[in-house]
């Protein structure tokens, strides 16, 4: 075939995959429609138009699931979990057949986790062009099951073994590190004024009810364990002025 004709055959075959990606986008839009009138509203169906990655969503039925409508960006569904990296990955790769994605777990903007499930679809060129995918929220039928549950199920649950407790000194510790590193900086570059601070977190912590509590927190902050009971003295002198 001479050049002439490959390229009308090129052009043609671009129509041929337009003319295919319009009626599936089409056909796949009613989808999302019909759907939305028979799902539950904790089941969100949202179809994404590859070719558009900056405004894919083109329709989508209970958005209140992630929080998305028409003309958002395919970036702005779940985001850092495996699954809808694995989605992407197989969306923006060439394939002789459409890919399905599916019982992944995918997390919205609020930290609720979403059981999800993707179908990737391809023109005739084996280039993918829509997503459809699903996003289910579990969270209320999950607690209405173990409702049921324990309603249903007479039988006697065995305790859990107890938790063995936490010592002490991690406490403390916990208590110390927590109000230090609050301040974004070594305790060398702290100045008087949050050293103080400091102190009086740790001191609403309970830490100075615990022995050894002065002498940890003198420790940590590099200053003497007479600095901490100055410290303790002028809060009090303070609070006593308010």
Request: aromatic share 6%.
């Amino acid at each position: 075939m001479d050049k002439e004709n490959q390229s009308k055959a090129s052009v043609v075959r671009s129509q041929f995959c337009e003319m295919e990606r319009q009626l599936v986008m089409s056909t796949l839009q009613t989808v999302v429609s019909v759907l939305e009138e028979v799902l539950y509203e904790n089941i969100e169906v949202v179809l994404h138009d590859l070719t558009q990655p900056e405004r894919s969503v083109v329709a989508i039925a209970n958005g209140h699931v992630t929080n998305r409508s028409i003309g958002d960006s395919i970036l702005a569904g779940p985001k850092d979990d495996k699954g809808f990296e694995d989605a992407k990955e197989r969306a923006s790769s060439t394939g002789q057949q459409n890919s399905i994605i599916s019982d992944y777990r995918t997390v919205n903007s609020e930290g609720v986790e979403l059981h999800s499930a993707t179908a990737i679809f391809r023109d005739s060129d084996g280039i993918p062009f829509a997503g459809l995918c699903f996003n289910s929220d579990t969270t209320v039928p999950e607690m209405a099951q173990r409702w049921l549950n324990a309603i249903v199920n007479k039988t006697p649950r065995s305790s859990p073994p107890p938790k063995p407790a936490e010592k002490v000194e991690n406490l403390m510790d916990d208590i110390i590190t927590s109000n230090i590193q609050r301040y974004g900086k070594s305790v060398e570059e702290m100045n008087r004024e949050q050293k103080l601070s400091a102190v009086d977190a740790m001191q609403k912590g309970g830490l100075f009810f615990v022995r050894g509590g002065v002498n940890r927190a003198a420790k940590a902050l590099g200053v003497t364990r007479f600095t901490i009971y100055n410290y303790l003295e002028e809060l009090k002198n303070r609070a006593g002025e308010k």
